[in-house]
């Protein structure tokens, strides 16, 4: 059965190209536009990985994953997040909240697919 | 004497007929947006899946769909470009050149390195944006003779341009457009150089020399921020030479002290604690050189802080107290 | 009793003819005004529009040599919202800036939530007093995590105005921005904001944001997330009054360089210059006004090249009165601010030492801003009258409301016009329909109220009664409900 994951963000240009690529890769790509909708889908999904943005209208990434974390029970499910050049305050939050893996925009499709496949082996 | 009957009469025709013309304009502009938004929502339909292709697609498929997507005409043509120009400042690698490629192909770059010599200068500042997002070793001379153009607006986006461009060569040209004359903000030219690969100190340790104040203080901060720890005797020699100029500036003697503090200049201690003490100097250069000096590893700099802490005023005090 | 009206006729007929051609005049000039402001505001946005291409909000964001801002937030019983609005504003896009909240003295529990929340300690450092507070500090807090930059200030309570000078002292950027806890602000507000003063360093001193009417809307964690026309009779007619005023006003205005009023829910300033002004004026009504009042007059004196700005592009979103008691005291209040300020700069106004503030925004601020409500109710008041002893005729009454109110319609219709060309937030035709009634119904019943109001306030204002409305210690949008 092909992993499942979740993909948030509210550049529908940028979740259709992660999408994309990752749906090329054998995965099967649910995606979300904000951080609301995104946690209400995982909370009532099983996912083995969440790619989200961090600047979204609404609830940023970072407190998605809060709220994930915070839930009950818990979604202990891997974050990755998708931050901007020089938020180093974002990473520090986001590792705060519980989040598994950072990767700065500009960002690479290819590199993030190899991201995603060396946390879905472990 | 009353207000004629025929003034009001013609007051409330005029009036009826300017406020019904700009009902029609309301909703003549919001029909023709909505009817420009369905149309969008049709070519994205169409083309939408063979662009993201472009991040997945390889070799013979790559270059097939490179050339399909470069084919497209009219207002689909308009809608790949645009939708490309949203995605590349998001992207690198494989699929930023691919979506590069598909722009060149479509004449994008050639349009736009004859627009930025066109007439007016709000076209010629998009061309210069166009070009920065494009890159490339071409789109280089172009953009650093348009840090000369006569309108300043077009000077401050060519240097933004540069940065976003990336290249090397660009160096020079951006340290120069750091300078007073160049009526660029330090902060625009200071940030492009920021992000050129490979950057030779020696510009900087020259600009550190330079007369021009705005070429001094740019070349202080970036030193800093990019860490060469070559040119950081030299950023000392400046902040010294600096404090002891006639007309000294300010921004320079904080831009050395923070970038001294950010490389850990253990030389500069003394000097920082001077500046941070000084009544001479303002009250912001004291807090740059406060804030310089809490960087500062090392014990020699720990039994600095605690003397400076005497002596200095309370903001200063405020950076150091918790060091 | 015929011989006791016909005096009263005569003096009303007297009073017609004495006035008629003035308030002709005064009604072609302040038309005339206002279609010139629409049309400098046309050029304005016209050039903001053409400029998106290249505005370049990308690198400033990300650029650490972008100038630091302190987002001043003065808190009094905001409890129920103080976590969130810090939190929104944490997480603006911007590379960096600090939030500096400033507890009034609250009552309730808006500190425990911050220091709850926000891991706070009581940071025992002094602060050096630059601009003079009144309120006695308590403490002072920041975050264990040294990394997230906020800075709480306890203290008694002594206004909004105190609150942010004391907030002025602690703040530690470049650049400061006052906000209320309860503005809703886009996540690129800072940048939008703060842009005229990374291209322009040397001469722009300030920028006002637009303020927007967030009734109705979908908000989500502290940004709005959607924009809905409200329900509410009083707050829909606001959405056109704020568009006037913001798109057409002061746009307008500053295409002139000739800004005076800049919007306290959303106003950005340079730090050191409003130390060195002395920070807002904990005893005015408008201190925003005042205060901007105060730099231009700085500036001019020292002859200095300095621009204030607007920001046309809507990033500032707050709850605006729904009932008519709330509206009533904001409004009263509005004129007593712009009274106070007008009085207190007069020696500018006609002096052409200050340029076109003094010789252009004054003016019209005291003859159209300050009189106007005087002059409706006079309308009011005398057409009635005039109708009632039969000195003028039903058709001829009634054509000369229609002029004044068709006026009126045209200015809101061409500011529908406006936002439908640059913005357009109020994206669906229900709600261009709605904004279209608005226009009509605004001048029946509500305009009329408004100048009633103002005239309260004016006339408090020349009796000189202090905190005729209790403490006022916020904008006056404490009891809106929701």
Redesign the interface.
């Known amino acids: 059965m092909p992993h499942r994951i979740l993909v948030v963000d509210d550049?529908a240009?940028?979740r259709?190209?992660v999408s994309?690529?990752l749906e090329?890769s054998g995965y099967e790509v649910e995606t979300a536009g904000d951080g609301v909708a995104g946690l209400e889908l995982a909370i009532n999904n099983e996912y083995s990985l969440v790619i989200s943005d961090v600047m979204m209208p609404g609830m940023s990434g970072v407190d998605m994953v809060r709220m994930m974390r915070s839930a009950e029970p818990p979604i202990s499910v891997p974050v990755i997040l998708l931050t901007a050049k020089n938020q180093e305050r974002d990473i520090e939050s986001g590792f705060a909240a519980g989040v598994t893996d950072y990767v700065v925009?500009?960002?690479?499709?290819?590199?993030l697919a190899a991201r995603v496949a060396g946390i879905l082996a472990r | 004497?009353?207000?004629s009957?025929d003034?009001?009469?013609v007051?409330?025709v005029v009036?009826?007929v300017?406020?019904v013309l700009?009902?029609t304009?309301?909703?003549l502009?919001?029909a023709a947006?909505h009817a420009g938004e369905r149309r969008r929502a049709v070519h994205d339909e169409a083309i939408?899946?063979r662009i993201?292709?472009l991040?997945?697609a390889e070799d013979e498929a790559l270059a097939k769909l490179e050339s399909e997507l470069a084919s497209t005409t009219g207002a689909l043509g308009e809608h790949v470009e645009n939708?490309l120009l949203?995605?590349i400042?998001?992207?690198?690698?494989?699929?930023?050149g691919a979506m590069i490629r598909v722009l060149a192909a479509r004449g994008l770059l050639s349009r736009s390195l004859d627009r930025i010599h066109s007439r007016g200068a709000?076209q010629r500042?998009?061309a210069?944006?166009l070009l920065g997002i494009l890159g490339g070793r071409e789109v280089i001379g172009p953009l650093t003779a348009a840090l000369q153009d006569k309108s300043l607006?077009v000077r401050?986006?060519a240097a933004?341009a540069l940065?976003?461009a990336a290249r090397p060569e660009a160096g020079g040209h951006l340290v120069d457009a750091l300078s007073l004359t160049s009526g660029i903000?330090?902060?625009?030219a200071?940030?492009?150089l920021?992000n050129l690969p490979e950057q030779d100190p020696a510009v900087y340790i020259e600009g550190l020399r330079d007369r021009d104040a705005g070429i001094r203080y740019g070349s202080a901060?970036v030193v800093g921020?990019l860490l060469m720890s070559e040119a950081a005797d030299a950023l000392f020699d400046c902040m010294v030479a600096e404090r002891g100029r006639e007309g000294a500036s300010d921004v320079v003697i904080a831009a050395c002290a923070r970038s001294l503090g950010r490389l850990g200049h253990k030389p500069a201690i003394s000097e920082l604690a001077d500046i941070s003490c000084s009544s001479a100097a303002s009250s912001?250069v004291r807090q740059a050189a406060g804030e310089a000096l809490k960087a500062m590893p090392g014990a020699e700099a720990r039994d600095v802080r605690r003397r400076v802490i005497e002596h200095a005023?309370?903001?200063v005090?405020?950076i150091l107290?918790?060091a | 009793m015929e011989n006791v009206l016909e005096p009263l006729r005569a003096a009303i007929r007297l009073l017609?003819?004495v006035t008629?051609?003035p308030v002709?005049a005064y009604f072609i000039v302040i038309n005339s005004f206002l279609l010139l402001l629409i049309i400098f505001a046309s050029v304005n946005f016209t050039a903001h529009l053409?400029?998106q291409?290249?505005a370049?909000a990308?690198?400033?964001a990300a650029?650490?040599?972008?100038?630091g801002i302190s987002v001043l937030m003065p808190a009094y019983n905001e409890g129920a919202v103080i976590a969130t609005s810090v939190r929104s504003v944490l997480d603006l896009r911007y590379p960096d800036h600090e939030v500096v909240v400033v507890n009034d003295g609250s009552s309730d529990e808006t500190l425990q939530t911050l220091i709850d929340v926000y891991d706070l300690v009581e940071d025992r450092?002094?602060?050096?007093v630059k601009v003079p507070v009144r309120g006695t500090v308590r403490a002072i807090y920041r975050a264990r995590d040294t990394a997230l930059p906020i800075v709480v200030v306890d203290k008694e309570n002594s206004g909004r105005s105190d609150s942010l000078n004391m907030g002025l002292n602690v703040a530690s950027k470049d650049l400061v921005v006052m906000v209320d806890a309860d503005s809703l602000l886009d996540p690129d507000s800072l940048l939008v904001v703060s842009k005229p003063f990374?291209?322009?360093?040397e001469r722009v001193i300030a920028t006002g944001g637009v303020v927007r009417v967030a009734n109705g809307c979908e908000v989500v964690a502290g940004r709005v997330v959607r924009v809905n026309m409200p329900k509410n009779y009083f707050a829909r007619i606001q959405i056109v009054e704020y568009l006037r005023s913001f798109l057409l006003g002061r746009a307008g205005w500053s295409q002139l360089n000739s800004l005076i009023l800049i919007s306290g829910a959303f106003g950005m300033f340079r730090r050191?210059l409003v130390t060195q002004a002395g920070g807002l004026d904990p005893d005015c009504i408008g201190e925003d006004f005042e205060l901007v009042m105060r730099l231009h007059r700085m500036m001019r004196r020292s002859k200095r090249k300095y621009r204030v700005i607007f920001i046309a592009e809507p990033v500032c979103w707050t709850e605006v009165p729904s009932t008519a008691a709330v509206l009533a005291r904001q409004r009263r209040r509005w004129h007593r601010g712009l009274w106070e300020v007008l009085i207190k700069y007069r020696g500018m106004t006609f002096n052409p030492r200050y340029g076109t503030v003094g010789m252009i925004a004054l003016p019209y601020y005291w003859i159209f801003e300050l009189i106007a409500p005087a002059i409706e109710l006079f309308g009011l008041v005398i057409v009635p009258l005039g109708l009632l002893l039969g000195v003028?005729n039903v058709p001829?009454a009634l054509?000369?409301i229609?002029?004044a109110y068709?006026?009126a319609?045209?200015v809101s219709?061409?500011a529908?016009?406006v936002e439908?060309?640059s913005f357009?937030r109020y994206n669906r035709?229900g709600d261009?329909w709605v904004a279209?009634l608005v226009s009509v119904q605004e001048n029946i019943g509500y305009r009329q109220l408004t100048a009633i109001w103002r005239i309260q306030g004016w006339w408090a204002a020349l009796r000189g009664k202090k905190q005729v409305w209790g403490t006022m210690t916020r904008t006056g949008f404490e009891n809106a409900s929701p």
């Open positions: 550049d240009d940028i259709d190209l994309t690529k090329s925009k500009p960002f690479s499709p290819r590199e | 004497m009353l207000v009957w003034v009001l009469a007051a409330v009036l009826v300017a406020c700009a009902l304009a309301v909703v502009i919001k947006r939408r899946t993201m292709m991040a997945v939708t949203r995605m400042p998001e992207v690198r690698g494989d699929v930023r709000i500042a998009a210069a944006e607006e401050l986006v933004r940065g976003v903000p330090h902060s625009v200071a940030t492009a920021l901060a921020l912001s005023d309370a903001d005090r405020r107290v918790d | 017609f003819e008629a051609y002709l053409r400029r291409s290249f370049g990308r690198v400033t650029s650490p040599l972008s100038p450092r002094e602060v050096s990374t291209d322009d360093p050191d003028v001829y054509a000369f229609a002029v068709l006026y319609i045209f219709l061409m529908l016009l439908e060309a357009h035709w261009l279209l």
